[in-house]
């Protein structure tokens, strides 16, 4: 099992940046591929970004790109999300999530963040 909590969420005015954390614990994570995901209200869940834990490799939505820069600390078992240049389109709660490198099942959620941008 894999437990993961997120924190950082907040309310912020456009243009403004959070950085949204994730703490991970359970089994070794090594082996795992972390990603973050953000649903708003009355939206599907979307895809955000992912970087697994064994390399440096990123990958984004078009959306967010350039924007958002997801990375981890090892030694504290952190995987965070910085947002900046916040737009009200951002408005969602945004979750961390892990799946087992390479598959492509998300296995592992919490429980989300939310993140309010006001115009």
């Known amino acids: 099992q894999v437990q993961l909590v997120e924190s950082g969420g907040g309310l912020v005015q456009a243009g403004g940046s959070l950085r949204l954390s994730c703490a991970v614990s359970?089994?070794?994570?090594?082996?795992?591929?972390m990603g973050w995901f953000r649903q708003a209200p009355g939206k599907e869940r979307e895809f955000v970004a992912a970087?697994?834990?064994?390399?440096?490799?990123?990958n984004y939505a078009d959306s967010v790109r350039g924007r958002f820069t997801i990375s981890r600390d090892n030694a504290e078992n952190t995987v965070y999300l910085q947002v900046n240049d916040l737009k009200p389109e951002d408005t969602a709660v945004y979750s961390c999530?892990?799946?087992?490198?390479?598959?492509?099942?998300?296995?592992?959620w919490g429980r989300g963040t939310q993140v309010t941008v006001s115009s």
């Open positions: 359970g089994r070794t994570v090594s082996s795992y591929t």
């Open positions: 970087i697994p834990w064994s390399s440096g490799h990123t």
């Open positions: 999530a892990a799946r087992v490198t390479p598959l492509p099942t998300w296995a592992y």
